[in-house]
C-alpha cells in the first residue's frame, strides 16, 4: 500500500466498493492463530453497527459474544506461540471496545474473565487495548494475511483500515529521523553532520506526507469508530498516536524535555509498545542530561557549518509542519478541543507564556490528556528550540 492510496481506495474504479473481496470483513475463515478471528473479523463489525444504528442491543450482543466464547472452549487459552496469543488478546479487546460507546458497566462478565485469564497467562500482553495491539500487531497481521480488525462495516472499515495502516506505514520515516539524530549525538565526529540531517529531513519530509494524507479523511468517519479507541474514566488510557514511540525518541535527540513533558513521559510510558519502553527510558534520561542535538549545538559539541545549520533548521521546521498539519486536521476532526477563533497559528503558540497543563480536563482525547494543550505544547517546545538554534547561529557560542 502506497500512501497516495490511504483513504482513496472506495472510489477507485479498479476497487469498485461492490466488489467484497477489497472489504475488510469477509466472510472466510482466517488463517490467523487467534480462535476468534472468524468471529472477530467476519461478524463484529456487523452487530456493532446494528446496535449504533438500534436494529439489536448491547445485552443481546453480550448473549452472542457470551455464546462464541463458550463455543471455544478450552481454545480461549490457547497454550500457542506469542504471536497467536497477541492476536487473541487483540481479538478479545476489540470485543471489548465495542462496548465502550455504553460505557464499562455493559462490560460482559465472562469476556472480561477471559482477558484477565489471558493477561495472567500471558503478562507481557497489554491487559487494555493499546497502539502496539491495534496499529502494530493488527496491521502486522494485514501485511501477513490481507486480514485487518475493524469496528466499522463496509466502506467505513476501510477508511479505519486506512487509519490504522497510514500510522504504521508512517513509523519508519519518523523512525529515520531518529535515527540519524541518534548517530549525530552518539558520535558526532564519525558521521557527515550536513549529510546526516539532510537524511532525517527526507525522513521527516515523508512523515509530514503520511499526516497531510489524513486530511482526506471524512470527519464522520473518524467519529464513528474513535468512540471504540476511548478510555474511560478510572481506566486505562485510550489506544492514540500519542503513543506512537518514534516520535517522542525523535523530540527526545533533538530536544532536552521540559517540565510538562516529563509529565506526559511519565504519564505515556506504559501505553507506549513494549519494545519501546526502554529505549524512551534511555532516550529521556541521555536527553535530561544534555545528550540531545539542541543541547549539543548550544554547548559548541556539535559544530555546525552554514549548511548544517540551514539543514537543522529545516529539520526542526518540517517537525513543526507535520504537527502543524496534525493540529488543523484534529482542529477539523474535534472542534470542541479547541477556542472558536481561527488558528492557532504558529505565531499563537509561540507568544504562549508557556506550555500548558496537559492534565487539565477539559476535553480530554483518546490518550486522556487535554487535547489542545497536549498539542499546542508539542509544537512550542519546537518552535523554542528553533528560536534558540536560530539566534545560536547569529552569534555561535551561545547557550
Ligand atoms: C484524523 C487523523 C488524526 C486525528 C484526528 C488525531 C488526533 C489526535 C489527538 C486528539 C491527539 C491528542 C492526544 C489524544 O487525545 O489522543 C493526538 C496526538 C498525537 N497524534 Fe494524532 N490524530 C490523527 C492522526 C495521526 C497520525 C496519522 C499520526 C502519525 C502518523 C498521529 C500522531 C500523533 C502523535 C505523535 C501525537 C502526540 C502529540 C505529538 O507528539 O505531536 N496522529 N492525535
Redesign the pocket.
Known sequence: MDKADLFSRPTRPENPPHDPSHLPTRSRRSSSGSPLAPYVLDQLPADLTAVAHGRSTYEQLAVKQCRVLRGLGDDTLPAGDSSSASLLQLDLLFMLNGYLPAGPTAFPRPLLDAIAAQSARFPALDPHMSYELLIDVNCAEWERTGEIRVFSEGELGLLERD?YL??RL??PSVWTAFDRLRSLVLEPDAVDTAASLDEALRGLDD?RT??AQ?GR?PTEA?HAFRPYHMGYPGGPR?A???F?PS??LL?LVLLPPTTQYGVYLDQSLPYFPTWSRPLVTEWRERSEKGDNVVQAVLGGRLKLDHRAVTALLAVIDRFTDF?MV?LG??RK??PE?FPPEAGPTRRDILAQPGERDILDPDD??????S?HN??TN?VHRLLTARRRIAASSVAPGTD
Not at 480530554?364 to 490528556?369: E, K, L, M, V
Request: net charge negative.
Open positions: 487509519f497510514g500510522h508512517a513509523e512523515f503520511y499526516m489524513y479523511l473518524f485510550g492514540s498516536g500519542a506512537m516520535v517522542q523530540e504537527r496534525h486536521i484534529t476532526a474535534l478541543a480530554p482525547g483518546t490518550s486522556g490528556f487535547v497536549v498539542l508539542a
